[in-house]
């Protein structure tokens, strides 16, 4: 059994925890006390001080800003050592946080909230979630132009500008590159027929070009006019500002690419 002296000790920290008055500093000076007796070293002391180490860790005193991300569940044919969930173990542990997201939205929101915590969280992301989702955001029916990352805006900015051509431009973020959604550009292609691809990498061996091929292969028939890039030229990226805005996908070459269509 424990000696009295680290009993009390334990219950005096905890009582100091509940109320938000535990004084970190005095620790040391009690440990010794409850570690030792009048004949000697007690045996059972260091159970008092694993005792007392798992109460000196209040969320109110102590900042462990730590986050694990880890997979969870079946489905995805990896065999019982890669398939588990087990978020129910460390959802059990007091003062262990643990998230598990149901969509890449909140995957990314709750990642996010977990890093700026300042307790530890444990976030178990489903093997099932869906990141390769294309977005369109926004509706058209003349021509359909596919942005990925910071080409989206300014695609978006060439679709609100060719309403003055009375053309309606349908913007698809692509969202994911790899795997990406071949089915909602497809889709967009069967409204439109007519696809003009955006991209701010070289044109040879990149996305412009596997999308492009993608609708030829796949969507041949559903083309009215041949699919169009817009992409960096083939060059290293120049130091010159002027050079460089001339090198970055525009708005207007958008357009331009757009008029070619027919």
Request: some cysteine; hydrophobic content about 40%.
């Amino acid at each position: 059994m424990l000696e009295q002296g680290g009993v009390d000790l334990v219950r005096r920290l905890e009582r100091q925890r509940m109320t938000g008055t535990l004084d970190h500093r005095s620790l040391a000076p009690g440990m010794a006390a409850a570690s030792s007796t009048a004949s000697g070293v007690s045996r059972s002391a260091p159970a008092a001080s694993t005792s007392v180490g798992t109460v000196i860790r209040p969320r109110s005193a102590t900042r462990v800003p730590l986050t694990m991300r880890t997979l969870c569940g079946a489905g995805a044919r990896a065999a019982a050592q890669h398939s588990q969930t087990l978020y129910g173990m460390t959802a059990s542990i007091p003062g262990l946080k643990t998230v598990c997201p149901s969509n890449p939205f909140d995957a990314k929101g709750l990642l996010l909230a977990s890093i700026r915590d300042d307790n530890p969280v444990v976030c178990c992301e489903p093997k099932s979630l869906d990141f390769k989702k294309a977005a369109v955001v926004r509706e058209g029916s003349d021509v359909t132009l596919v942005g990925m990352g910071a080409t989206v805006p300014v695609v978006l900015d060439a679709a609100e500008q060719l309403t003055a051509d009375s053309t309606s431009a349908e913007v698809v973020d692509l969202r994911t590159l790899a795997p990406f959604d071949q089915d909602a550009i497809l889709a967009s292609l069967t409204k439109t027929g007519r696809l003009v691809v955006i991209d701010e990498a070289t044109p040879h061996c990149g996305m412009a070009s596997e999308i492009a091929a993608l609708c030829v292969d796949r969507g041949f028939d559903l083309l009215n006019a041949p699919v169009k890039q817009v992409t960096a030229p083939h060059i290293p990226v120049p130091f010159s500002p002027v050079l460089e805005d001339a090198y970055q996908p525009s708005a207007e070459k958008v357009i331009a690419a757009v008029r070619e269509l027919g």
